[in-house]
């Protein structure tokens, strides 16, 4: 199904809640489960957006619409995910945000719902969330997990900031570090030995089924 994300784009910039919660309901009663729908249909359709943009060819208004498009279709599809698979609880908690000024979230949500699928009890604290508010949150939760997602290359020196406050939390939580850019550049100046590094969803999903043998290597 190469083109359905390309039709899945087209719906997200129109807006077209309904007619692109079809497309998902489509492909997911075709059999595909939930790391083909987040790879292959959502993630490369916002992409595809995000093409467009450079190219100058659909507008920030635009791209934001896509953006509360796809928040729907995503929360939509992951209520009924979990209705209907009902995954024993595994008594784990995983806490998810952006770094400050960080903006880009669906990655992070999309890998969210995946912890979410395996019976972890999640957090999802969104875009642009200050160091000081992440560490309160997370020692008064006390996650075994925190995953932190980053963009821009140039708030790499905050991302050593949030790594080595958050590991250091009595609890000593497991600090993931996904986006974009993890498969792009090295971040070993930036990084502990316990924090794990993550490209893709398909990583994470991995990383999920051998949880917690290996939890304190990164992800090649």
């Given at each position: ?197 993550i490209s893709s969803l398909a990583e994470t999903q991995n990383w999920i089924n051998h949880y917690p043998q290996g939890v304190e290597t990164s992800?090649?």
């Amino acid at each position: 199904m190469p083109e359905k994300y390309i039709e899945l784009s087209s719906l997200l910039l129109s807006g077209s809640q309904e007619e692109a919660w079809k497309l998902l309901s489509e492909i997911k009663n075709s059999g595909q489960d939930s790391l083909y729908i987040y790879e292959e249909l959502v993630a490369k359709a916002m992409a595809h957006i995000g093409y467009l943009w450079e190219k100058n060819e659909v507008t920030v208004a635009d791209e934001h619409l896509a953006t509360s498009t796809c928040e729907f279709i995503l929360a939509r599809y992951q209520w009924e995910k979990l209705r209907e698979q009902e995954v024993p609880p595994k008594n784990q908690k995983a806490m998810f945000l952006c770094l400050q000024h960080e903006q880009h979230h669906l990655g992070l949500k999309m890998a969210c719902n995946l912890f979410e699928e395996s019976g972890w009890e999640t957090r999802f604290m969104g875009p642009n969330l200050p160091l000081e508010y992440a560490t309160t949150a997370a020692k008064e939760w006390k996650p075994e997990v925190i995953s932190l997602s980053f963009s821009i290359i140039y708030h790499a020196e905050q991302l050593r900031e949030y790594i080595e406050e958050l590991e250091s939390l009595p609890n000593s939580p497991i600090v993931i570090v996904g986006g974009r850019l993890i498969s792009q550049y090295s971040f070993a100046s930036h990084t502990s030995e316990r924090t794990v590094l993550i490209s893709s969803l398909a990583e994470t999903q991995n990383w999920i089924n051998h949880y917690p043998q290996g939890v304190e290597t990164s992800v090649s």
